[in-house]
């Protein structure tokens, strides 16, 4: 596991993910029933943007460091925003940590994080909060062994794997339907890198093949993809999304491209298999 997070937190593709997540969660809370989140590739849950590590790759600064604190009036990255502005100074929030954040004294937050390290500091972040469990074991099998939370019908995984070995895209598909048959309706959230087209296309391809519906993609690109040595942008596909959140998720991608990216930037937001 060669993966840290630290050097990437608060890049264009956590802006994303991290944007569209809160929103997600906050559509979850519309309803009072309770829900539970599972976040299967959890990081540390908060970063420093001084560490040698941030640093090292500079990436925040073309992503959170790019965004204006103060918004125009609503925007649709506010609740983000204020998330990450209430974390501290020079800090970044992970998934974990914007998400428990966001729970309700209902609502539930399980963890899965391998890198003995990272599990460690995850765990130190959580200890005295009831409502979120840390368990340093392998995501994916997780979903066999967590999902769904006793008691609890409604809810979310998150699966944001390192993508270090080629067989990771196939992987994703076959965790976003386990995570589909274990609970029905949950939305599962997936991100995924675009260094070039054609992996993107044979995992659409396989989850299609697989008979999933109901699945949406949202891409923030800041290039076109046709050097595949370079993150030129990345997608959340989110399955079973809420009603209408292909408008929230428009909203947010095209606000992230006009702070986020030149005249080469765009914002899609697709059906790729519909209901
Ligand atoms: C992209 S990072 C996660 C970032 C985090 N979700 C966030 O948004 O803040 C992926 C994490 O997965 C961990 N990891 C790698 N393989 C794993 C596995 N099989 N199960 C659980 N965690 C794993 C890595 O150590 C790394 O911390």
């Known amino acids: 596991m060669n993966y840290r997070h630290a050097f990437h937190a608060g890049n264009h593709a956590d802006c994303l993910k991290h944007a569209l997540l809160t929103a997600l969660i906050h559509s979850l809370k519309l309803k009072p029933a309770?829900?539970?989140?599972?976040?299967?590739?959890?990081?540390?849950g908060r970063y420093a943007l001084t560490s040698a590590e941030a640093d090292r790759t500079g990436?925040?600064?073309?992503?959170?460091?790019?965004?204006?604190?103060?918004?125009?009036?609503a925007s649709p990255l506010d609740e983000y925003l204020s998330i990450v502005h209430s974390t501290g100074k020079d800090?970044?929030?992970g998934?974990?940590?914007?998400?428990?954040?966001?729970?309700?004294?209902?609502?539930?937050?399980?963890?899965?994080?391998?890198?003995?390290?990272?599990f460690l500091s995850l765990r130190r972040l959580f200890r005295d909060n009831q409502q979120?469990?840390?368990?340093e074991r392998d995501g994916y099998a997780a979903i066999r062994a967590?999902?769904?939370?006793?008691?609890?019908?409604?809810?979310?995984?998150?699966?944001?794997?390192?993508?270090?070995?080629?067989?990771?895209?196939?992987?994703?598909?076959?965790?976003?339907?386990?995570?589909?048959?274990r609970l029905r309706g949950a939305i599962v959230a997936a991100w995924y890198p675009v260094k070039h087209r054609t992996p993107v296309r044979a995992f659409f391809n396989q989850l299609q093949d697989m008979g999933e519906r109901k699945i949406l993609t949202a891409e923030l690109m800041l290039r076109a993809p046709t050097d595949p040595s370079r993150?030129?942008?990345?997608?959340?596909l989110i399955a079973n999304p809420p009603w209408q959140f292909e408008?929230?998720?428009?909203?947010?991608?095209?606000?992230?491209?006009?702070?986020?990216?030149?005249?080469?930037?765009?914002?899609?937001?697709?059906w790729i298999v519909p209901e």
């Open 59 to 73: 990436e925040w600064r073309e992503g959170i460091g790019r965004i204006p604190v103060a918004q125009d009036a």
């Open 132 to 135: 979120v469990s840390v368990h």
């Open 231 to 236: 993150l030129n942008g990345s997608g959340l």
């Open 95 to 118: 998934s974990p940590d914007i998400v428990a954040r966001l729970l309700r004294p209902q609502d539930r937050l399980i963890c899965c994080e391998l890198h003995p390290e990272d």
């Open 34 to 44: 309770p829900f539970a989140v599972l976040d299967t590739h959890a990081g540390t």
């Open 146 to 181: 967590l999902w769904p939370v006793k008691n609890i019908s409604r809810g979310l995984v998150l699966l944001d794997p390192p993508f270090e070995k080629p067989d990771d895209f196939s992987r994703l598909a076959e965790a976003i339907a386990l995570s589909r048959q």
């Open 247 to 270: 408008k929230t998720a428009s909203e947010i991608t095209s606000k992230l491209a006009a702070y986020l990216g030149d005249e080469n930037c765009t914002a899609n937001v697709e």
């Open 91 to 93: 800090l970044y929030p």
